[in-house]
């Protein structure tokens, strides 16, 4: 997740608020990364499906450097 901050102006001095604005990023990027959301997708065909593994692989495969052989 990444977090940027809108320039409002100076507030306070260059280091205090350069400080201010890494730990409201950190809070931010903490409450995004700890938000668990329910969707179900299902009920709409057209929409990708999302892995979270990717899916098993079927047949034999040879690994890359084998590949120009």
Known sequence: VKVNLAPVGTIKK???ESQLQEVVTDIVVGALRG???H???SKYPTCP???RDPPPQTGY???VHYDSM
């Open 35 to 37: 938000t668990s959301v």
């Open 61 to 63: 495969s040879l690994p």
């Open 39 to 41: 969707l179900n997708l």
């Open 49 to 51: 499906r999302l892995w």
């Open 14 to 16: 260059d280091l205090d």
